[in-house]
């Protein structure tokens, strides 16, 4: 079956023969044939494979050596074929390990802001240096101006003198540094009571605008809407005594809360990003609406079980309903209003993000809107069990139905607590995007000719339609180096490549072009990160690492 085999076979036996012959008898001649033993019988397995893969093919390229016995017992090596050297000697070469040092650290870089801060110099200092201008990380500018880190150190030890001054005047702005903080904070609060005290004369155009679309419109009419539900509904209670009327007056009441933590929560989220929250404010809708939550089942459903309960062990005759009757009539018709304003505007959301209406309000992606959906659905609902209950009462006379209305509309808003809590936390944890954008991402990356291949790919919805995408991308070298290599003169580098004659020209000549291609491979990276963002708006952070 094996042809080639069985000739290695009979080849090896005739070389252990011969080697017995010699003299010293097989111990001897086992002995002789350690040192090529292993790469004969190496050669005669691979003869026998056929050359599919280069890999496989170039080890028949290794010498192979025998043993020619001379006059004197003097053994000498003669090369059995004139093939290519040993591969050895390249791999001790490319396995040598390298000291680093001063050599491999002296062009490390530093920007003007960090020299300045940490080697206490002055930008008229700096001006002296050697100037070198990279790639810049952010997006708004091209590039930006470094210095030698070596450079910034001896010009610091020029202006100080020693590295103990050095340390001394940093420690002294530490110490400034801190004061001027505290006077700052002090001037705030200062600042703070003051405005409170005349009032707040800046105008706050951005905080106010809000409020005239989208969520913020749906949550300042349901404050005026419910605001006044609950003033009316107080009053009948106190005018009829029903447990019912009561329940609906703390729901109201619970709403109108919950609608200004909400409005609250809506104002904080479009503030600036500062260096304590880089990534923005945007998670307050969604703990604004987990407070929501809290509340209803706190205000609204735990006060509607006490009355309730309170109404079944301790029923109490209740006065005309008439009163009661018509409030309720103006409480359905004015949350219908606000019910069909939240609807409109989670429709339209959910238009403009390419999903279901069902789909939208059950992933909670607008969190304020979608408390007043669940409210006044809630308050719709409580106040067709209210009425109902409280018919009952006015037919039969039993006060129970009353309170048994009571209880209904609490359960009702537990139910609805429940939901916004549990939505709420689960977007506060962290929850991804949609599989299909997720796709449509990883297709961009992938489709790229520099990227090889994408792992590890996560797709953070920060709120307010802000996507966070992170992914580790293994690039193909071949095509990165081709992209360097675009831009450079080809008979400058083969003149250079004429000029190497020593280790060191070559190590010179290799860490040159390889800094050169990391740098490109930087490049590649931020034009990535670029596109990502300029195709799909809602990735506002991109971060993508390298495999």
């Not at 790639?135 to 610091?156: G, I």
């Not at 801190?178 to 707040?200: A, C, K, V, W």
């Not at 949609?434 to 297709?443: F, G």
Request: proline share 4%; glycine share 8%.
């Amino acid at each position: 079956m094996f042809p080639g085999l069985a000739a290695a076979a009979a080849a090896h036996r005739c070389s252990w023969a011969a080697l017995c012959r010699l003299g010293g008898g097989p111990a001897v001649a086992r002995g002789r044939s350690q040192g090529w033993k292993n790469l004969m019988t190496f050669e005669s397995f691979t003869s026998m494979i056929p050359s599919i893969h280069p890999q496989i093919s170039v080890l028949n390229q290794v010498k192979l050596y025998s043993t020619n016995v001379q006059k004197g017992g003097q053994g000498s090596q003669t090369p059995r074929t004139d093939k290519a050297p040993p591969l050895t000697q390249a791999v001790k070469a490319v396995l040598k390990k390298r000291e680093y040092g001063s050599k491999y650290t002296k062009n490390n870089f530093i920007t003007g802001v960090r020299a300045i801060n940490e080697f206490c110099l002055k930008s008229s200092d700096l001006e002296q240096l050697r100037k070198i201008r990279r790639r810049s990380p952010h997006d708004d500018t091209e590039s930006f101006t470094v210095f030698l880190r070596s450079d910034v150190e001896a010009k610091a030890l020029e202006v100080w003198g020693s590295l103990e001054a050095l340390a001394r005047e940093k420690k002294l702005r530490k110490e400034a540094e801190i004061e001027y903080r505290e006077r700052l904070f002090r001037n705030q609060r200062i600042l703070r009571e003051y405005g409170d005290f005349l009032g707040n004369t800046k105008p706050r155009s951005r905080a106010i605008s809000v409020f005239l679309k989208g969520p913020g419109k749906v949550v300042m009419v349901a404050i005026c809407i419910n605001g006044l539900n609950c003033f009316f509904k107080f009053l009948a209670w106190i005018y009829t005594g029903s447990a019912s009327m009561f329940s609906e007056a703390i729901h109201s009441l619970s709403d109108t809360c919950n609608q200004g933590l909400l409005a609250l929560g809506i104002s904080k989220s479009v503030q600036t990003p500062d260096p304590s929250h880089p990534y923005g404010f945007s998670n307050m809708r969604y703990i604004s609406s987990l407070i929501s939550g809290v509340g209803i089942f706190m205000m609204g459903a735990g006060l509607s079980w006490y009355h309730g309960i309170m109404g079944l062990l301790h029923p109490q005759p209740m006065e005309s309903l008439l009163w009661a009757y018509c409030i309720l009539a103006g409480s359905l018709v004015s949350e219908g209003a606000t019910l069909l304003v939240a609807i409109n505007e989670l429709r339209r959301s959910a238009q403009a993000n390419g999903t279901s209406f069902y789909k939208y309000v059950m992933e909670s992606r607008d969190p304020s809107t979608n408390v007043i959906l669940l409210e006044d659905t809630a308050a719709v609902l409580g106040v067709m069990i209210a009425a109902t209950c409280m018919g009952l009462t006015s037919i039969t006379g039993n006060p129970l139905y009353d309170s048994l209305g009571s209880l209904g509309v609490g359960t009702l808003l537990g139910v609805v607590s429940a939901f916004l809590i549990s939505t709420n936390i689960e977007a506060l944890l962290g929850r991804s995007i949609q599989p299909e954008q997720v796709q449509r991402l990883t297709e961009l990356l992938e489709s790229d000719p520099s990227v090889r291949a994408i792992h590890d790919v996560k797709a953070t919805d920060l709120g307010l339609g802000k996507v966070r995408f992170k992914a580790e991308v293994d690039f193909d070298g071949r095509v990165v180096t081709r992209s360097y290599l675009e831009k450079q003169d080809f008979d400058q580098m083969m003149q250079e490549i004429e000029e190497v004659k020593t280790p060191e020209q070559l190590e010179a000549f290799m860490l040159k072009h390889g800094e050169n291609i990391i740098d490109t491979l930087g490049a590649e990276v931020d034009r990535l990160e670029k596109e990502l963002k300029k195709r799909n708006p809602e990735v506002r952070h991109v971060d993508l690492e390298i495999l």
